[in-house]
T-cell receptor, first 114, second 114 residues
Framework: AQSVTQPDIHITVSEGASLELRCNYS??????LFWYVQSPGQGLQLLLK??????LVQGIKGFEAEFKRSQSSFNLRKPSVHWSDAAEYFC????????????FGAGTRLTVKP | NAGVTQTPKFQVLKTGQSMTLQCAQD?????MYWYRQDPGMGLRLIYY???????DKGEVPNGYNVSRLNKREFSLRLESAAPSQTSVYFC?????????????FGPGTRLTVT
């Protein structure tokens, strides 16, 4: 079965600084990859997803992620962080044509300093 | 269009009590899921239902039962609650469109078992 590792439990960045959240996956075939964001007390909202094609994926709220097959990574980036980006971020990996087996990472909590 | 709704939002149970968590979606999705979220562990799949009338175990099914009442509704039952079931529970739904899919999440139910 597929698995996901998010190496950073907690990251703090200053408002206006750039952000990169790391995600490494393990899967024997072509993965489907997702980033979700969870604000305090809320459910998960999809930021972006990768299924095929261009390895640089654009998402909502100014986020992007790059799929690197050779490194089994799908890191999330944002050029300039806003205070409202403070939240928990989850990377997830799914199987092709099987929407019933998605595995989530443990999450990275982002704190934004003023 | 409410998306995925869950009731209740909060619940406190005593050890040994039973309860049912309710979930409904209005997106006409075939697949529905129940996850639990624990600190440092991300989301783990309890049960899923690929279509009306079918249910399957996920990663952590012990102590839970589910019912797919109809296409819209998927309930999770704790027959005899234990402190280890203290968690935040999320319901989600999904549909495959071509090769693409994503899961849509409800706001969660925060359950405490004392």
């Amino acid at each position: 079965a597929q698995s996901v590792t998010q190496p950073d439990i907690h990251i703090t960045v200053s408002e206006g600084a750039s952000l990169e959240l790391r995600c490494n996956y393990s899967y024997g075939a072509t993965p489907y990859l997702f980033w979700y964001v969870q604000s305090p007390g809320q459910g998960l909202q999809l930021l972006l997803k990768y299924f095929s094609g261009d390895t640089l994926v654009q998402g909502i709220k100014g986020f992007e992620a790059e799929f690197k097959r050779s490194q089994s990574s799908f890191n999330l980036r944002k050029p300039s962080v806003h205070w409202s980006d403070a939240a928990e971020y989850f990377c997830a990996v799914g199987a092709m044509y099987n929407n019933n087996d998605m595995r989530f990472g443990a999450g990275t909590r982002l704190t934004v300093k003023p | 269009n409410a998306g995925v709704t869950q009731t209740p939002k909060f619940q406190v149970l005593k050890t040994g009590q039973s309860m049912t968590l309710q979930c409904a979606q209005d997106m006409n999705h075939n697949s529905m899921y129940w996850y639990r979220q624990d600190p440092g562990m991300g989301l783990r799949l309890i049960y899923y239902s690929a279509s009306e009338g079918t249910t399957d175990k996920g990663e952590v099914p012990n102590g839970y039962n589910v019912s797919r009442l109809n296409k819209r509704e998927f309930s999770l039952r704790l027959e005899s609650a234990a402190p280890s079931q203290t968690s935040v529970y999320f319901c989600a739904s999904s549909e495959v469109r071509g090769i693409a899919y994503e899961q849509y999440f409800g706001p969660g139910t925060r359950l405490t078992v004392t």
